[in-house]
C-alpha cells in the first residue's frame, strides 16, 4: 500500500473520509454485473467539491485514475476501478442544494438517491420521475443518461438535467448549462456531459427539472398470445397518441420467474404492464381507448389495478424481475439493453426470444417497449463454460441486431465494460469524434479509464 | 474574382449550381436581423451529400471559409458570411429521405422547410409540431436549436433530433446518433451538433421526431392589467401541470401594434394566448381549469376561438408580431431573446417593458412564456445614433440582466452574431471549453467563422 498517498488524502480531507478497509474495498470493487470485480487502491467519501478538487489534485500528482461510484447499482461495470486507483464515493454528497417549487427544478449533490429526493420533494406536489427500477443516485443516473419505466413519457435523464457543476481532470470548474428551460446560446455541453459514464469530468452538483404529480392514475395489465401481438400492440398504443406513462413489456417466461420469487400470480403469459396518469378525465380516457387498442390486438385478461396497493404490486413485481433472475444462488448472468425503432421491436422480441429458447438456457425478455427499448437477462452456471458463452452470445447477437437494424447498443445501461465491442459497429466514424473528446478533456486518461473506449 | 475558384466549383458540381449574380450575393448577405450585411464570394446550391464533400475540399484548396444558408429567416445574423467565401444554399437540398410513419420518425434534407415538412406528413395523422413562427429550414431550425410556440409541449428541437449525417471540416462523414428513440452508446454528439449554427459540421440529413396530430384543440385569449398579473398567471397554470400546447405572452403594445398592421381589432391589454390539446375530453378539461387560474389571477376578456377561422387567425397575428415591428419602413430594430427561470419571469418582463417606456421608443415585450422565454424587440431610426444606442442598450440590460437571475441571453434564436459578447459572461470557464471542441472539430476555423466565438 501506497502510505504516502493515503497520507496525502487523509492530510487534505480528513481521516474519516479515507478507508482502506477490506470492506470498502470489496465494495467498490463490483457493481450488480458479472464483470470481475478490481479493488481500487483507496476508497474516499468528500463532502464538498473542494475536496473532490483536492482529490483530483492528489491523483494527478500520483498519477492515479479516479473512478466516481454511486449507489454500486450500475449494470455494466461502470464503477468498476479497473486500472485501481480512487474510487470517489458520493453517498455522503446527497444534500439538496437548492430546491426551487416555482420554477419546477431542484439542484443536487451527486449522491443522492432518486427516492431521497422524491421523499423530500413529494409533499410539495412535485416529482422527479425518471425510475430506472434500482434506488440508483442521481449522479450514476445522470451518468449513464439512465432512465426506465416512465421514458416514455418523461424521456431520459438528458431530457431532465438543465445544468452541472462539473470538475475537469485539470481541476477546473465548469457550469455546463442554466436554469433556465431551454437555451440557443453555445454548444450544449450538459448533453454530452450526461451519459459520458465519469470519463469526462467529475459531477458535484445536478440541476433537475421537477414535475407535478399528476392528480390520477391508471394501473392495468393485460396478456398475449404471442411476444409479436404484445409488441404490436404497444406499437399501435404509441401511434394512437395516448398519453402512457408507463408500457412494459414483460414475456411470460420472466412472469413465471417473478411468480416464483416473489409469490406473485400473474397469468404466466406475455404481458403488458400499463400505466396512465392525468387529469381524472384524461387518465380514464387514455386507458379505455389503450383497452379498445388491446383487445384488437387479440389482448386477453386486462385487469386494472382497483386500488393503489395493487397498483404497487404491480410495480413492485416489475422492479423484482431483473433482480429475480440476477439473484439466482450459485448462478450468474448476462444482460442486454438494446433500443430499436418501433417498427422493429416485435421482431426483436420475437428474435430475442427464440435465441434464448434455443440456448436452453433460462432467460427472460422485458422492457420499455414505449421506446423500442427492452432487456434480455441469461442466467448461467460460471462453472460450466459452454453455458457462460451461450449466454453471452444471446446478448451478443441481439446487440448487433439492434444496430443493424437503426438502433442501439444500450438503451439505459450505458457502455461501461460490456458494451465497449460494439462502439464502433454502432458509431462509425462518429467514434473517432468521441475519442477525441475525451483526449482533449481528459489527456491523461485518468477519469474512470477504460470504459467507453478501451 | 477569382475565375479559378469558380471554375473549380463549376467543374465539381455543375455551372447550374454555381452563382455569382448580384441577386444570389445580396440575398446571401443578410438575413432578418439588423446586422451589417457581407456578400459571400460565391453561392453555391448542392443537390447532394457529395457535392458539399466537393465543397468544402475546394474551400480548403482555396482556404476559403464556408457558411451554410437556409432560408434567411435567421434573427442574429447566423448566416451572414462575415469573412466572405462560399456560401452553400440548401434549398435544392429539401427532400424527404425516408418517412417512417411505423416509428414516428422522418429523415429530411436540411432545405426542407417546416411548412413543407408538415403537408407531406399531415395526411397521415402526423405532424412535426416545432414552430419558430417563420417557414424555417429544418437545416437551420436545428443550426439554431430552435423552438418557438409549442416548445412547452414538444421542447426545443434538440429534444427532436434523432440522428444526423454531418460532414465535418476534413470532409468526413459521420452520423450523431441512430433512429432508436434513446440511447445510452457513446457520448452525445447528437446535442451538441444541434444548436452548433453551422461551426462545427455540415448537416446533410436530419432524422426527426414525428408526433400524432391530437384529436381536438381549444385556442384561447384573456388580458390582463399588468404585465406581471399575466406572467403570474403563466406561472401558475404550469405549475399546476395542465398540459398547455401554446402560452403566449403579447403585451398591450405588441398587440396594438399588430392592430395596426395586419387590421386585427385585439383588446388592447396585456394578453395571454393560449392553446390545448389532445382528446376532446382532456383538452376541454385543460382550457376549463386554466379558464379558472386566469380569472384567479385577474385575467378579463377571456375569449374562445369557437371556430378554426377564428383559432388561425389568433395564431396568424402572434406570428405577424414580430415582423409588423420589423418591417416599418425606414425604421430598423434590435432584439432579444431571453429565457430565464420561470419565477424570474414576471419582474424581467416588468423590467424589460420599463426599460422600454423609458426610452420612449416603439418596442413590444412577448414571447413563449410557458419556457420562461420571451422577446424584446425595439424600434429605432438608423439614421438617429442616439435611438440606435438606446434601443441596443435595452437589449443588452436585458440580456445581461437574464443571466444574472440564472438563465441565458439566447432561448432560441442562437447566439450569431449578436449574442457573442455575452459568451463569457453566461458561460464562464465552460467557454473554453466549447471554444477547444471547435477548435478540435475544425481547426482551420472554415466552418462559419466568427459566430458564437470571435
Redesign the interface.
Known sequence: MNTSLINQLTESVGTDKVSISEGDLYRHSRDESSHPPVEPDVVVYPESKEEIIEILRIARENDLPVTPFGAGSGLDGHAIPINKGISINFERMNKILSF??????VTVQPGITRKQLNKSINRHGLQFPVDPGADASIGGMTA????GTT?VRY??M??QVLNLEVI?ADG?????G???????????????F???EGT?GIMTAITLKL?????HTVTARCTFKTPKACAEAA?SI????I?VLRMELVDADSIRQVNLTGEHSFPEAHSLFLEFS??V??AE??AN?TKELVLEHGGENWERADSAAESNELWRARHELAYSFRHIKGMANSGG?V?????QLADMVVYARKLIDESGLLGGVFGHVG???FHTLVVYDPGESKQASASARINDLVARK??EV??????????GLG?MK??EL??????S??K???Q??DPENRLNPGK?FS
Do not use: F, W
Request: with cysteine.
Open positions: 426551487n417549487p416555482e420554477d419546477l427544478t449513464t443518461n439512465a432512465s421514458a424521456g431520459s438528458r431530457d475537469l477546473s470548474v465548469i457550469n455546463t442554466s436554469r433556465a428551460k431551454k437555451s440557443s446560446s453555445g454548444y450544449n455541453l450538459n448533453g454530452l450526461v451519459g459520458s469526462l414535475h407535478g404529480i399528476p392528480e406499437q404509441l401511434m394512437s397518441g398519453q392525468g387529469t378525465a384524461s380516457e387514455d381507448l439493453d433500443c430499436v425503432p418501433i417498427s421506446d423500442g427499448n439492434a444496430i437503426g438502433g442501439t447498443c444500450s438503451g439505459e445501461h450505458g457502455v458494451k460494439y462502439q454502432e458509431h462509425g466514424a462518429a467514434l469524434v468521441m477525441s473528446i475525451k482533449l478533456l467507453i
